[in-house]
Each structure stands twice: as C-alpha cells, then as structure tokens.
C-alpha cells in the first residue's frame, strides 16, 4: 500500500552523494594570480621562472606561490587584490612582448577534486567582479585602412570610365592627389569623383585633383571601426564559451569589455587583441635569393619570408604575388584538427561564397603551380623610452605553408603547419569571430569587485538565505512531520541546483537569483499542493497510509502540468534571451528539473520511510 | 494527537466567486487598460543598464568605503549608482545617469559633481579619467525579449491546448499577460527605475502566475469529469478546494520575497518588488479572472470539452 521501490532510495542517494561532492568546491575561496602564457616563439622554463622570482622580488612582492600547470601556463598565487595588481604591472613591463600576463582568480580547490573536474560555480559580473580591459582602436591603423579604400576607389573609378592617371597617391597632410594624364580629362573626372565620392571635397589645379577628406567623415569612419569591433568582440567573447560578459563602447574610441569570474584571462586577453589572420597567395617562380640580392623583384610580386629556416641560418624567402586570392574576412567558418599527413596542427576552413569563386578561377588557372598561406599577426609592443610609455605595433608575416594546387579548389580548405594545437584551435577562434576592422590595443586592465558592490551582495545572499529559512520554519510548523519532509525536499533542491550550475559551468547572476527564488516557489507550491492533498483524503476519510499515496499521485498529474509549463517558458526564454535574461532561464530550467524530482520523488521517498513500516497506523502528523 | 494541528485556511469553504465574475473582469480589464495606458505615456525610468551614462575613475587617497561612497550619491540624488571597485582598494569605478535636467552628454559635469559629492575631509578624491559609457543592453536585448515573449505564449498556447482545452490555454494567457502588463504598468506609474533585476522579476512573475492558473485548472478538469453540477458550479468548487494550497503558497512566496525587499539592500529591491505585487495579482487573478473567463462568451467550458478523449486517456496514461 505504502511502499517505494528500493532502486529509487540507491537512485535518491547517488543523486545527494554526487550533487553534494559537486556542490562542494564552492566552499572554497580563490587567489587572486597572476597567469603568465608565452606568446607564439616564447618559452615558459626556468630561465623565465628566476626573472619572475627577481621581477617579483625588486617590485616587493612576496607571491603565495608560483607554479607551472599542465596547460604549460606559469601561475603567480597572491593574498590579496592589491599585490595581484602590482605584482601584474612588475611582470607586464618586465617580460616584455613574448608573453603575456594577465590577471587571473585561480582555484583553490583539492587536486582530488579538480581530478572529477567539479569547479565552483561561476558568479557572474554584478556578484563577484572580474577582469576588466579598456580596449582602444588604433586611430591611424583605422584612418590608414580608411585611406588604403578610398584610393582604391578612386583608381577603379578613373579605370573603369577610361580616364588616364599617372598616380593617385595619399599626401602627409591627410588629403588625396589624383596626377591625371590629360589635362581635358580633368571635367569628367571631377564629374566622377563627385558622383561616385560624394563625401570629398574636391579642388583642381590643372591636371591635378585634390580631395579632402572632411573631419566628420573620419569621425565617422572610427565611430564605424569601433562599432564593427564591438560587434566582432562580441563574438569572440562568445566563441570563448564566457557568459554574461559586458561590452560597452566607452567615447569615441575605446571599447570597456568586462568578463566575470574565473578563466583563463590570459587567453581572453590574446584573443580579444588579436589580429591575427591567414591569407591565400599565389607564388610566383624564380629564384627568391636571386631576387633578394639583386633587388629586381617582379613588379607584381613581393618577398616573403617561410617559417623553415634555410642553410644560411635565415628564414626561407619566397616571392608570393601582391594580390590576396583569399583572406580572413571571406571565411565563413574554421576549425581545428590534427593532420595525421602532414603530422602538424591544421584549420579546415571554409570560404564565403565570393572568396570560393576567386578561389576556384585561380586555382582552375594555376593547376599544378604552388600557392602559399601566410599567417599575419600584429603584435603591440610596449617600450619604455625616457620613463614614458611608447606603444607601437609590430606586424609578423610569416609563410606558413607552400603547397601545389593539385586540382581545382572550391570552398573548402585546409591549412596546414601550425605550430600547435592551441595556436590551431586560437586562429579557428579567431577566424571564425571576425577580423577587427582596425586593430585595438590594451590600454588598461583591471580587477573589478562585483558591480552591485560587495555589501550589497553579501545583504543580497543574507536575504536569500532569511527567506529560505523562514519558509522552512512555516513548513515545520504547519506540516509537522510532513514539514520536515517538505524541508528535506527544499534544502536537496537548492544543493541540486548549485552543483548543477557548478557542474554545467552556468554564470550565476542576481538575475539568476530570481530563477532560483522561483523554483523554490515552485517547489513550496509543489510540496503545499501534496500536503494539502493529503489531509483533503484525510478528511475524506481514508486511512492515513492510503492517503499518503493517494495524495502523492494525485498531486503528481497537477504538479507536472504547471512545472512543464513553466519548463516550456524557461526554454524559450534560454532560446531567445540574452545576457540576463539568458541567466534567469537557466536557473528557472534546472530548479525546476531539481524541483520536480526532490518534490514528487524524494519527498515520497522520506515519507515512505517515516509512515510506510507501520501496521497499525492511526494517525499522521501532517 | 489532533489531526489538524494548524489551519490557516478553513477547510471546506463555499464562497461564490462566480457571483462577482462581471465585477472582478471588469476590474482586471480596467487595471490592464489603464497600465497600458500608463506605459504608453509615461515611459519607464529606465536605468543605466538601458540608457549608458557617465563613468568616472577615481582615486581615493586611503582606500574607499564602496558602500560610503554609494550612499553620498544616493544623498546628492544619483539612487542608482553603480560603484565598484577598480584593481585596487583606493581605486573606485562609479557609473551613473546624468540628474535630471542636465545633459546626459555631459560627462564632465557629471564627474564634477562626484568628484564634488564622493569627497570627504578625511578622504579626498581625485578623478583618473571620465567618459561617457553605452547602454549595456542594446537592440539585440529589446528584440530577442520580445521574440522570447512570443514564443513562450505560443509555447504555453500548444501545451494547454494540448493538455487541457484550447479554452483553458486563452484563458490562462489572457490572465497571465493581464498580470504581468499591470505589474510593468506600476513601474511605469511609480517612475520606479525599471533595470534588467526588474525584468527579470516580472518574467519569474510569469513563470509564477502561469502556474498557478495551471494547478486552478487542474482541479477543473478533475470535478468538471468528477462532478455532477453545472459549469459554475464546478468552477466554484474547484476555487474552494484548492484555496487553502492557493494562499498558503502565495503566503509563503510573499514572504520569502518580502524577506528580499526588506533585507535585501538596493539591488535586490527592483526585483523583490516586482515579484511582490506579480504574486498578489498572480494568486487573485487565478480566482477572480481566469476562472471566471471560463464562463463567458467563447471560452465558456461545458462537460463536453473536458471528458477523456480517447488521445487524452492515452496521454494520461503517460502521465508521470
């Protein structure tokens, strides 16, 4: 009459044992570090580790700890935010471009632990801080890229309309001079240029046109790079699997991007920077060295250097052709695997539909001839010269591969002769994101304490856990021993909901909170409609036992119907919804699960357990 | 030993809620109208999170109490300052709307004024740098959320239909969205500043008024194939006997959400309070609107509607 299967009690205590070891490490406190990740021809090894140990020291800083991981990152534990910081600023200037540093929270939690992979859960932005960096756009790089169109257009408008020009060229003073062959041609190129770029302002001399570029358009131009990276930002973050990030644009030219918690900033930092992308050439025959010592390069082609170095010590030249058949803004999507023939890392891409057709008539033409990929990256470097900072950006082209076309290409590609795995699965990332359309640098990174303010959050939690217990106190007190059912069910549903977050790796937010304080609604409601059921058989006469089980069945149907519907909304809302709202739906989605479960089964489970020994029951108190 | 020991809720109530169907419509119709009404002309006081504002650094010279500094800006008329701290402890990040009457874009006002306010004898500041800062929540946010809006009411629309009668589906949505309209509507009336912790309130108010529609329903469904009676009848009864679980999870729910508002601090208020009033309407209107929707007009229910069908003993059936 009253019973419950003994497989469910096995099930009911694996589910406590498991969500109680994954809930656990959210017991323990993180260090504030400092991860130091080297840069692609870097190194992490002893001879870094004693300028780590002299850095720290000269800067006063005595570090916790400092360990290399598995990852191959060096790790600088600190006691407290303070010394991260300074201990971070020593490091940055110290070790220069070939590594970067970045602010971490590392974990402080038992390897045996972190061996069944159970990480605290992540607290997002509003609760617990993060890192903070203030990204700014390279004015020039921008304007210059800007400029590099314009005299494009020009060119191919004057071309096009068959109009001769000797050179179109871009002046110191910001301003465009068109030298045209004919001095006739001047009325129609004028008519032209004003058709086709209105924006310019335009005075002739002669055969000689010159066109301004008005100071709003630029304006206009950075407001446009900076909202293209904001949204290409947007992406990467994404790609980096951080949840509930902020990027904001902050006055003309600089982007605030926050990103919450604990994770590997030092990659966050590298792939928000980076600018790194993969380009298609065709090579042209001849002998590179020749060309190199002689000067005499083909008019259409330019020397590159290989990644191989030859037998004079020195990269391998190769003279690739000027025109990029394809390049990182034609892909459509990258990822990364091990090449088990060419025994390297490589990216399998995939081109728009544009970059595959200029791709197919060139490899359709050049059957048999090699063409090169080359990996460019551009590389910020922080000098100090008198005691001030000068920022300047290196750029690093390097052939990554030559191979010969062996029949027509499409789409699809692959790329091989990266130097790792990461580097592979990195430019995947980064391909796959977006090119920046001008380069950013970091100019400031920061840890930032929670948004809401610590004291705010500490009352916020406190309230949580009143409310909790105040309505564990209502349950014990109306519902007796059912109460205490009812609180068992209460208190596993929390633990439930924690170590799935925990184990899921969801951001918790106060947005969040609210999902959680919903579901113990929903899960009041649950055990109400139970108890409530159980003396309305009560009342109807049935005998205690019976009761029970009547009411845990009938309950059953109701609290299914309302717990899917809201389930239902819960997905929809994770479906459609952004950031915070995102964050609400994932809480309400799992309490709800946990909910239903600790509600109808475990609670059945107790209650089987108190009530369902006894023969002669004559009375419950409920 | 008693075997009721505590009752909040007499049992065995008869009340005649159906008797005050055309008032407690009427006043559930006017209320939503007039929140509508209120939304369209008023306008939220959005925060920050929605608007952007200004951000000011600045630096203290001996570290800052956050929740000090939070509170002179509350006391110069900035209510919803967000201020953290900024790498280390002398180090303050504020971000704030512009007051009232001056120009937003004028940051360096702004920060003048919180240089001015944040400042103590004691504790002087200085600020690093200033800026005007984007909204956090752009576009993307506004459409998505409504494109969830409308998923979750088809959504809720097809299970209802599916597990109840297509009556019952309009009715509940009609009454939840009449909720939910009334508790935006407030905000819009009380010029309360409406962030994303509000938002999120009002969608768990959602979430919980839906479901106690859902479990109201239920026990219609039960008596309408149970009961001998008339539809008013059973609509009645149903009421009566689920009263008791009805206002004692409302009760609970109230509290707990009352227990936030009260000792929750500032950033839980928005939330604590649009969850408030969503469970007081969530739990009246599934007494006073949804059921009585049920008996009016097209969505009147008859026994017919709601006899097991051979698909829905199937479904029962399957049911866990």
């Known amino acids: 009459m009253l019973e419950y299967a003994r497989w469910k009690y096995v099930v009911i205590l694996v589910v406590v044992l498991v969500s109680a070891l994954y809930a656990l490490p959210n017991l323990y406190p993180q260090d504030p570090s400092v991860q130091i990740t080297a840069n692609r021809g870097a190194a992490i090894d002893a001879a870094l580790r004693q300028k780590v140990d002299a850095t720290l020291k000269s800067a006063g800083v005595t570090p916790k700890s400092i360990e290399t991981g598995k990852d191959g990152n060096m790790l600088v534990r600190l006691s407290s935010p303070d010394l991260q910081t300074k201990a971070s600023d020593a490091l940055g200037g110290a070790l220069g471009s070939g590594y970067v540093v970045a602010l971490n929270l590392a974990s402080t939690v038992p390897p045996w632990l972190d061996a069944i992979n159970a990480k605290p859960m992540l607290l997002g932005l509003d609760l617990q801080g993060g890192v903070h960096f203030l990204m700014e756009v390279d004015r020039k790089a921008a304007l210059d890229k800007r400029f590099e169109a314009y005299l494009e ?105 926050q990103l919450p918690g604990v994770q590997d900033t030092a990659q966050a930092k590298r792939i928000l920077g980076a600018t790194a992308t993969l380009e298609y050439r065709g090579v042209i025959e001849g002998n590179a060295y020749e060309a190199l010592q002689s000067g005499n390069v083909p008019p259409e082609g330019r020397i590159f250097y290989r990644k191989e170095i030859g ?48 791709m197919f008539e060139y490899s359709s033409q050049h059957v048999g001839k090699p063409m090169a990929v080359v990996y460019t990256e551009r590389i910020p470097e922080v000098k100090m010269v008198d005691g001030k900072e000068v920022r300047s950006t290196r750029i690093n082209e390097q052939v990554i591969s030559v191979a010969t ?37 970091f100019v400031e990174q920061r840890v930032v304490g929670p948004s809401l303010g610590k004291e705010n959050v500490e009352r916020g939690l406190t309230a949580v856990l009143y409310s909790f217990a105040f309505a564990l106190v209502f349950f014990l007190i109306y519902y007796r021993m059912f109460g205490i059912i009812t609180c068992v069910a209460l208190l596993l549903n929390l633990l439930m909901v924690v170590a799935l977050m925990s184990m899921l790796g969801f951001t918790m937010t106060l947005p969040g909170l609210a999902g959680i304080a919903l579901t113990v609604g929903m899960s009041v409601d649950a055990n109400v409609l139970i108890n409530e059921r ?89 | 030993m008693k075997i009721f020991p505590l009752n909040l809720i007499p049992y065995g109530t008869k009340f005649d809620f159906m008797r005050l169907r055309w008032v407690s419509l009427a006043v559930a119709a006017l209320l939503t109208i007039a929140a509508i009404a209120a939304m369209a002309t008023m306008k939220f006081n959005f925060a920050l999170d929605f608007t952007g504002g200004t951000s000011v650094e600045l630096r203290f010279a001996k570290p800052a109490d956050v929740d000090a500094v939070r509170s002179q800006l509350a006391a110069a008329g900035y209510s919803s300052a967000q201020v953290q701290t900024f790498g280390s402890g002398n180090d303050l990040l504020v971000r704030l709307q512009a007051k009232e009457g001056t120009d937003p874009a004028d940051a360096t006002r702004t920060s003048d ?41 088809a959504g809720f629309l097809a299970y209802i239909s599916f597990r109840f009668e297509w009556k019952f589906a309009v009715a509940a949505i009609v009454t939840t969205l009449s909720d939910i309209v009334i508790v935006a509507g407030w905000f819009a009336v009380s010029r309360h500043e409406f962030d994303l912790t509000v938002l999120a309130g009002i969608l768990s108010a959602l979430g919980y008024s839906i479901n106690d529609k859902i479990v109201v329903f239920d026990r219609v469904r039960e008596n309408f194939r ?95």
């Open chain 1, 311 to 358: 037998i004079d010590g020195k990269p391998v030249p190769v003279i690739l052709n000027k025109r990029v058949i394809a390049q990182g803004d034609q892909l459509q999507d990258a990822s990364s695997f091990f090449d088990s023939q060419s025994g390297t890392p490589a990216v399998r891409v995939r081109l728009t539909s544009l970059g595959g057709q200029r």
């Open chain 2, 113 to 153: 004024d919180v240089v001015r306010v944040v400042s103590t004898p004691g504790n002087p500041a200085q600020r690093l740098s200033y800026g005007y800062v984007g909204s956090q929540v752009g576009k993307e946010l506004a459409e998505n959320g409504l494109w969830a809006l409308l998923f979750v009411l």
């Open chain 1, 405 to 441: 076309i062996q029949s027509t290409l499409g789409r699809d590609f692959q790329t091989t002769g990266l130097e790792s795995m990461k580097e592979a699965a990195d430019l995947a990332l980064l391909l796959r994101a977006g090119a920046l359309a001008a380069p950013m640098d």
């Open chain 2, 226 to 320: 149970a009961m001998r009676a008339d539809p008013r009848d059973v609509l009645n009864t149903s009421i009566n006997q689920t009263l008791s679980r009805t206002i004692i999870v409302s009760f609970v729910a109230f509290l707990t959400v009352l227990a936030l508002y009260l000792y929750g601090g500032g950033s839980l208020q928005g939330m604590a309070e649009s969850q408030m009033i969503g469970i007081v309407l969530g739990t009246l209107s599934s007494i006073f609107v949804a059921c009585p929707l049920l008996t009016i007009g097209w969505l009147k229910v008859t026994k017919q509607d709601l006899m097991p069908k051979a698909r829905d003993e199937a479904a029962l059936a399957r049911r866990p």
């Open chain 1, 153 to 257: 257009d020009l060119r191919v408008v004057l071309r096009e309309n068959r109009v001769g020009y000797r050179s179109v060229e871009r002046r110191p003073d910001n301003s465009l001079v068109v030298l045209l062959s004919n001095a006739t041609d001047v009325g129609k190129a004028q008519e032209l240029i004003a058709r086709d770029l209105p924006t310019l302002a335009l005075e002739t001399d002669g055969d000689q046109l010159t066109l301004r570029v008005p100071e709003e358009e630029l304006q206009k131009t950075l407001t446009s790079a900076i909202e293209q990276n904001v949204g290409t930002l947007r992406n990467r973050v994404n790609e980096l699997g951080v949840a509930e990030p902020i990027i904001q644009r902050q006055g003309s030219e600089r982007v605030v991007v």
């Open chain 1, 534 to 622: 159980i003396r309305e058989e009560l009342r109807a006469g049935l005998p205690p036992q019976t009761a029970i089980a009547t009411g845990y069945e009938r309950a059953s149907g109701t609290i299914a119907d309302a717990n899917l519907t809201a389930l239902l909304a819960g997905v929809a809302l994770f479906a459609f919804g952004t950031g915070p709202v995102k964050g609400f739906a994932v809480s309400m989605i799992l309490g709800i699960l946990t909910s239903m479960y600790t509600a109808v089964s475990v609670s059945r489970a107790v209650a089987t357990l108190i009530y369902g020994g006894r023969r002669k029951l004559k009375s419950i108190a409920i």
